[in-house]
Nanobody
Framework: VQLQASGGGSVQAGGSLNLSCAAS????????MGWYRQAPGKEREMVAI??????????DYAESVKGRFTISRDDAENTVHLQMNSLKPEDTGVYFC???????????WGQGTQVTVSS
């Protein structure tokens, strides 16, 4: 599974950025797909994921980004987008696209993309 991430960059606090991740695997063949981040000196953490189920899909967010970040999906393009608003310096880190393949629970990681928020 290939994951192609784009977006990121540098912005001042309060600004916005958008991340995108395109997968070579059908989004319907995934358990979930989304974004993790890793700040300097910290462990990697989940930011936002979209979870597939029999009834459809649903998002899940880290408490720290609820109300500010929105994950959306383009099923035809097997792509997820992460709209990040009201960015804070603590959102700074390397953001990684992540997929868990359904029925196997194999994990795949994309290349990281840097997000830097200055105060």
């Amino acid at each position: 599974v290939q994951l192609q991430a784009s977006g990121g960059g540098s912005v001042q606090a309060g600004g916005s950025l958008n991340l995108s991740c395109a997968a070579s695997l059908s989004i319907y063949a995934m358990e979930n797909m989304g974004w993790y981040r890793q700040a300097p000196g910290k462990e990697r953490e989940m930011v936002a994921i979209t979870i597939n189920s029999f009834s459809g899909s649903s998002p899940d967010y880290a408490e720290s980004v609820k109300g500010r970040f929105t994950i959306s999906r383009d099923d035809a393009e097997n792509t997820v987008h992460l709209q990040m608003n009201s960015l804070k310096p603590e959102d700074t880190g390397v953001y990684f696209c992540h997929v868990v393949k359904a029925n196997t629970l194999y994990e795949y990681w994309g290349q990281g993309t840097q997000v830097t928020v200055s105060s």
